[in-house]
């Protein structure tokens, strides 16, 4: 019987980089399952963290994202207490 794989040099391995810091208005729409509309509305609407200026960017911080998320998605100023608190 014949070895199914032919031999070959090992493969190589891909590195894999680690998720980025921070995620613009697209990225996190990709992660919410939404429309970048939906994100700048909800923004708008003081319904998301509060972003970050990167220089002309608007970016989220993506571990706060996380947190938000599994903290059921309260509003901006109930998010500020929220996090207030837990410095404090």
């Not at 090992?10 to 939906?38: E, I, S, Y």
């Not at 319904?47 to 960017?57: E, F, H, I, S, T």
């Not at 109930?78 to 410095?87: F, G, I, L």
């Amino acid at each position: 019987m014949a070895d199914p794989l032919p031999a070959t040099a090992p493969a190589r391995r891909k590195r894999r980089r680690p998720p980025p810091l921070v995620v613009d208005a697209k990225r996190l729409a990709k992660l919410l399952t939404c429309g970048v509309r939906t994100v700048r509305t909800l923004d708008a609407a003081g319904k998301l963290p509060a972003p970050l200026r990167l220089g002309g960017r608007v970016v989220w911080r993506r571990v706060e994202i996380k947190a938000w998320v599994a903290a059921g998605c309260p509003d901006r100023a109930a998010w500020e207490a929220c996090t207030a608190a837990r410095r404090s």
